[in-house]
């Protein structure tokens, strides 16, 4: 009898024991949610045109667009033949691209200058600029400043054709077409001119414009359909402090200027990288510091900056710039890419 009753209570603690282990195998762990870090873009590109106007004769002798009211980004678009500069159609005047250092901006029409937004603020302003339809963006905001004053030069990284003693500009184009795009961890403006017309030469040209996250530069990569003499970049001459350096391997180098020469006015230094094997002089234009480069249908990259004193731990002397553009330097020099 007790035999029976020992079998009958073992059997029970080890239903007991099945029903509690079939009960911990049925509790299943909650399923943790993975948050989602939203990350913010440090770079922007953005085109904008003007909305809800009509185009009318001008008091500077050429059309312009009236009585927009609001403006409207687009990722792509060919430029009206008859838009020219102070148009008012294009939000102010062309592409613009900016990072957390900087900002950019270029004429899309026959200047085809780059111009410098200088920044205050390491978040990204360009939505906001010139939505009034003037160019009030000249003025001082809490952001920042248009800071560069471009004349009838190239301004900083933009491109001409060097004729005789003369920089031809993008007056005769037949079509001009352009685009952005926007990634995390890059930011681009693209420009096809098609039919591009100086001296006796008529050529095709792509420039792509791209700007990464917590650095002041642009990579600029332009290809020509035709080989020919004569295509430069530039930098704007404002009768400050020039300096040209060549690595001791001679494979990159750099022009700068450096001083007051703002619309602040304050001081800012301006310089432009390139790969000495793609070029074939350094000279001194009629407004501009000069390079130019070698014929072909190759790309062709170099690399352009601005340092404005104002930004956000920005560079204050003349000694902080030079250092800063050689670290630059060496950096190329060893990578043979920024």
């Excluded at 030069?153 to 003369?166: A, D, P």
């Excluded at 200027?257 to 000279?283: C, H, N, R, W």
Aim: net charge negative.
């Amino acid at each position: 009898m007790k035999t029976l009753k020992f079998i009958i209570a073992l059997c029970f603690m080890a239903s007991v024991t099945a029903c509690k282990s079939e009960k911990k195998e049925d509790i299943k762990e909650p399923i943790k949610q993975t948050e989602k870090v939203i990350e913010t873009p440090k770079t922007y590109a953005e085109i904008s045109i003007a909305q809800g106007g009509e185009w009318i004769d001008g008091t500077r002798g050429h059309e312009e667009y009236d009585g927009g009211t609001s403006f409207k980004n687009i990722e792509k678009f060919r430029v009206p033949d008859n838009h020219t500069d102070h148009s008012w159609y294009i939000r102010y005047e062309g592409p613009g691209w900016e990072n957390n250092k900087i900002g950019y901006r270029l004429y899309l029409d026959w200047r085809n200058a780059i111009d410098i937004f200088g920044k205050k603020t390491d978040t990204m302003v360009l939505s906001n600029v010139g939505q009034d339809g003037f160019d009030s963006y000249h003025e001082p905001e809490p952001w920042g400043q248009d800071i560069l004053k471009v004349g009838s030069g190239l301004g900083i990284g933009s491109l001409g054709r060097l004729v005789e003693v003369e920089v031809l500009h993008f007056k005769e184009v037949d079509s001009t077409f352009a685009s952005v795009q926007n990634n995390l961890d890059a930011s681009s403006v693209i420009i096809n001119y098609k039919g591009w017309k100086t001296g006796d030469d008529k050529i095709d040209l792509k420039s792509t414009l791209s700007i990464r996250p917590d650095q002041r530069y642009t990579k600029h990569t332009i290809q020509p359909s035709k080989a020919i003499d004569g295509i430069v970049t530039g930098i704007i001459d404002h009768g400050v402090n020039y300096f040209q350096k060549e690595s001791a391997n001679k494979k990159w180098a750099y022009i700068a200027t450096y001083g007051e020469q703002t619309l602040v006015p304050d001081d800012l230094g301006m310089a432009i990288f390139y790969e000495i094997k793609t070029t074939s002089e350094v000279k001194k234009g009629k407004y501009d510091y000069l390079i130019q480069f070698q014929p072909t249908t190759k790309p062709v990259s170099f690399y352009f900056l601005g340092a404005w004193e104002q930004e956000v731990d920005g560079i204050k002397t003349e000694a902080e710039f030079l250092t800063y553009l050689d670290g630059l330097l060496n950096e190329l020099n060893s990578n043979n890419a920024l």
